[in-house]
């Protein structure tokens, strides 16, 4: 008994005590030795197995390097150790001479970083120390051809990455919808113009281009009228300008060739030198080939002159008997 009194006394006085004394610290954790703090690699730089730190497997091909124009020929040094060269997508930042800046997106083909117009053609050139020392940029807005930008005006060179074959595709079909449209708004342009110079022409030289220009014999007749109506209505097929001009144009082109048809017809039937030959008096009779001419009859009374020849014919200077009664 005397020792659960003394017992709970103690503790009854040690309870303040313990509240008022402060936490103790945390122990320090445990360093690392100095080999494992060497092999561990440093952010930004590449490992024993030459990927960086901190990046996924393959995201080598993505990475974006901006460089100033002096960085370039090191770059271009260790493009060049690649036994294949591929393109690569760029983004330039440059300063026109008169201009605020601009950014310009295109594609360095094969690599070539640095080139430089030789007179007739684009060599390489290792340095950018010559003035005439560019870059060139394919399918730049997706436009056919390439820009050649001087690095005397280029503030910074991007690349972006190596252009895929799919990604090249996809620029191959832009090009080719692009320049099928330029062709179309050509085309039309082409046509209105006609269309004006047509309705400025006269009815002679209408007639005469559709017959020039739409010759029977080469097919422009009622079955290519029928066929090109079935292709614009019912196929829901653009015309060219060719054929529209003969659907517009073929109540014209009918009439003309009627006109045609009519002066070859005249044509075959006027004999030359007819319309000029006088005509011989009717009632007489030719006369045989070196006949000698007839004499002038004298007239009869009352003004008459008797006809040439025949059972009837009285002399002039003979006077009928009359008849006894």
Avoid at 175 to 193: C, F, T, Y
């Amino acid at each position: 008994m005397r020792n659960i009194i003394c017992a709970l006394t103690l503790s009854a006085f040690c309870a303040p005590l313990a509240a008022q004394q402060p936490p103790q610290p945390a122990p320090p954790p445990k360093q690392a030795s100095a080999g494992a703090e060497a092999a561990k690699p440093e952010p930004g730089k590449p490992d024993a197995s030459g990927a960086e730190a901190g990046k996924p497997e393959g995201a080598e091909a993505a990475e974006v390097k901006v460089l100033a124009p002096a960085d370039v020929p090191a770059e271009l040094l260790r493009i060049e150790k690649r036994k294949a060269k591929a393109d690569i997508k760029c983004e330039l930042t440059m300063t026109p001479t008169h201009g605020r800046e601009v950014t310009v997106k295109g594609v360095i083909r094969n690599g070539k970083l640095i080139e430089r117009f030789a007179g007739r053609e684009f060599v390489s050139d290792p340095t950018i120390e010559h003035p005439h020392c560019g870059v060139r940029l394919w399918w730049v807005d997706n436009t056919s051809g390439w820009i050649f930008l001087r690095y005397s005006q280029i503030r910074t060179i991007a690349l972006t990455g190596v252009l895929t074959a799919e990604e090249k595709q996809q620029i191959m079909e832009a090009l080719r919808v692009k320049e099928q449209k330029k062709d179309e708004e050509k085309k039309a342009q082409e046509a209105a113009k006609l269309e004006e110079e047509l309705l400025k022409m006269s009815a002679a030289d209408l007639e005469a281009y559709l017959l020039r220009e739409y010759p029977q014999d080469q097919g422009w007749n009622h079955e290519k009228l029928r066929n090109l109506k079935k292709k614009q209505l019912i196929d829901n097929q653009p015309l060219t300008r060719q054929e529209s001009i003969f659907v517009s144009y073929f109540p014209v082109l009918i009439k003309a060739r009627l006109k045609e048809l009519k002066r070859e017809k005249d044509k075959v039937e006027f004999e030359p030198g007819t319309a000029d030959k006088p005509q011989d008096p009717a009632g007489t009779r030719p006369r045989p080939a070196g006949a000698a001419p007839e004499k002038p009859r004298p007239a009869q009374p009352g003004g008459s002159v008797p006809p040439a020849g025949g059972d009837d014919e009285v002399p002039a200077d003979e006077t009928p008997a009359p008849e006894d009664e």
